[in-house]
C-alpha cells in the first residue's frame, strides 16, 4: 500500500518500524551478503551454506532485503543484488558497506539515550563511553579504525560530486585538517597532479593513511597532530570536510583564525559540509543533527550562520556550492 494511501496512525507506525529496515541492510553489510551473491544469483539454500548462516534465518533476511530494494527474487528462486545492493560490496568503487558498519556498530548505540539528550542538551557521549568522542577514539585504536573507515567509505562515494562542483586548479599546496585516513585528499590528488597535499589528522588517522586504506597519497606530507594546537603553514587552501559541524561556534573560529594565518597570501579555505535543512521539509540533516546532539558539542548550521563564523575569523565568504552529495561547498578568503 502507498504512503499516501495510509492513516496518519498507519504512516506513523511505519516511521516507528524504520529502524528494523536499517538493521536488515546492516547485517547484509555485516554477513557480506553482497559480496557472496554472484551475478548469476544464488539460492538462500546455497547463500546459507556458503556463510554459515540458518537457511530459514537467511531467507527471511533476504525477502526483507527484497522489498528494501537491495536484492532481488527472480522466477528461478535465485537472489541477484539490485544496484543499491551492489553498493555494499566491499570491492565497489560506490561501496558504503563500512559506513553501513560504522553506523550500527558505532552511532546506533548512543541513540538508545536519544530522550535524555535532548532534556539535557548535552552530548551523551562520554557517559556511554566514558570519555569525550574524539579522546574515546585515541584510546581505543580498533574503534577509531571502524570510525575512519566508514567516514573514509562515505567520503570516497561524495568525491566525485564535490570535485564536480568545485576547482582546485592552481593551488599547488592543498592541507587537509581532520581528514580521516586520507580517502578525499587522495581524490584531489588525482584529480590534480601537479599539487602536493598535507593530511593534518591524529595518530590512528595517520597510520591508516600509511598503510593506503583511504586510497594512494602522492606528494603528500602525513602530519600527526591536532588543528586546535597547530596548521601547517604555507598552505594554497585548506580543506575542513565534515569536521567543523562537531565543534561548538567559539571552536570553529579558533580552527578557522588557525586557517588564516596559516595560509598563503592568495590562500583560501573551503568548508565541506551538509548544511542545516528546511523546516518542515524531509531531509537527512534533521536527523544527522540528532546525531551531533549526542555525540558532540556540534551541529548543522545554515550558510548564513558559516559565514557569520567566517566573519569573526577574519574570512569572507566568496561560494556556496551545491553538490549531489548531502554536503555544500564553502569557499573563504582573507577579509
Do not use: W
Amino acid at each position: 500500500m502507498a504512503e499516501m494511501d495510509l492513516s496518519p496512525p498507519q504512516q506513523a507506525i511505519r516511521l516507528l518500524m524504520g529502524f528494523i529496515a536499517a538493521r536488515a541492510v546492516y547485517a547484509a553489510a555485516k554477513l557480506g551478503l553482497a559480496d557472496a551473491i554472484p551475478a548469476e544469483g544464488v539460492s538462500a539454500g546455497r547463500l546459507a551454506a556458503q556463510i554459515g548462516a540458518d537457511p530459514s534465518g537467511l531467507e527471511r533476511l533476504l525477502r526483507a532485503l527484497s522489498g528494501l530494494g537491495v536484492v532481488m527474487l527472480g522466477e528461478s528462486g535465485r537472489y541477484r543484488l539490485t544496484p543499491r545492493g551492489e553498493t555494499l560490496r566491499k570491492d565497489s568503487p560506490q561501496s558504503i558497506r563500512d559506513y553501513a558498519i560504522y553506523v550500527h556498530e558505532f552511532l546506533y548505540d548512543l541513540f538508545e539515550d536519544l530522550v535524555p539528550g535532548v532534556c539535557g542538551g548535552n552530548p551523551i557521549v562520554e557517559a556511554k563511553l566514558g570519555a569525550p568522542l574524539f579522546a574515546y577514539l585515541q584510546q581505543h585504536p580498533d574503534k577509531a579504525a571502524l570510525f575512519h573507515a566508514g567516514l573514509a567509505n562515505r567520503g570516497r562515494v561524495e568525491a566525485p560530486a564535490i570535485l564536480e562542483a568545485s576547482s582546485f586548479a592552481g593551488c599547488r599546496k592543498i592541507v587537509d585538517l581532520g581528514g580521516g585516513n586520507g580517502a578525499f585528499l587522495s581524490a584531489i590528488l588525482a584529480a590534480y597532479p601537479e599539487a602536493s597535499g598535507v593530511l593534518l589528522e591524529r595518530g590512528a588517522a595517520i597510520a591508516s593513511a600509511r598503510r593506503g586504506e583511504g586510497g594512494p597519497l602522492p606528494r603528500c606530507a602525513l602530519v600527526e597532530g591536532d588543528y586546535f594546537n597547530a596548521v601547517p603553514a604555507g598552505g594554497d587552501v585548506y580543506v575542513l570536510k565534515r569536521v567543523l559541524f562537531d565543534h561548538t561556534a567559539g571552536e570553529v573560529v579558533q580552527i578557522l583564525r588557525r586557517c588564516r594565518d596559516a595560509m598563503a597570501p592568495q590562500g583560501k579555505v573551503v568548508i565541506i559540509e551538509g548544511l542545516a535543512g528546511a523546516p518542515n521539509e524531509p531531509s537527512l540533516a534533521h536527523l544527522m543533527d540528532l546525531t551531533f546532539l549526542l555525540a558532540t558539542t556540534g551541529r548543522m548550521r545554515t550558510e548564513a550562520e558559516y559565514k557569520n563564523l567566517l566573519q569573526q575569523a577574519g574570512l569572507r565568504l566568496d561560494k556556496c556550492l551545491a553538490t549531489r552529495a548531502d554536503v555544500s561547498v564553502l569557499e573563504a578568503a582573507r577579509a
